[in-house]
């Protein structure tokens, strides 16, 4: 039996970006009907066990995206369990490469944001928890976007596909 493909979504608290991340793959995989194993997580362990920020989920759920879940910090088992790993920011990325690293899993970790169609060189998820409300819809957009482009470059040619396009996909 093959599993399907995995992808983690990590951000610093899994209570703003990486749920919505994950709940805009999964929502593109399901429109591209893509099998997809999606999880999400974050590097810091201050919120384990919590729901996502309810302002992240109003924003999410003006699109229509509903997010949900509870808090969980990423560990070896998560990295070595993924397929691809999306980082949402560089402190993220430098954490999970440390932590991967320090456990020889192999993993390929990219920024979640190398698959925006729309980025013009920004390739952070910017984290939205001490701002407005303006900053949570910019995260729910930046999501779905990128969201749509690495399903369907994971679609149809798997995560080799995805990496070799990083940072070069086309509106
Ligand atoms: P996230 O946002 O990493 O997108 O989940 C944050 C959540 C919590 C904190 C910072 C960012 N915090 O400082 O507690």
Known sequence: MTRPLTVLAVCLGNICRSPTAEAALQEAAAEAGLELEVRSAGTGGWHVGEPPDPRMRTAAARVGLTIDGSAERVDRVALDDADLVLAMDRSNLADLERLAGSAGIHTPIVLFREFDPAATGE??????????????DEVVAICRRTATTLVGLLAHGGV?????????VQP
Not at 123 to 136: A, K, L, Q, R
Not at 160 to 168: I, K, P, Q, T, Y
């Open 123 to 136: 390739v952070e998820v910017p984290d939205p928890y001490y701002g407005g409300e303006d900053g949570f």
């Open 160 to 168: 080799d596909e995805a990496l070799a396009a990083r940072g070069s």
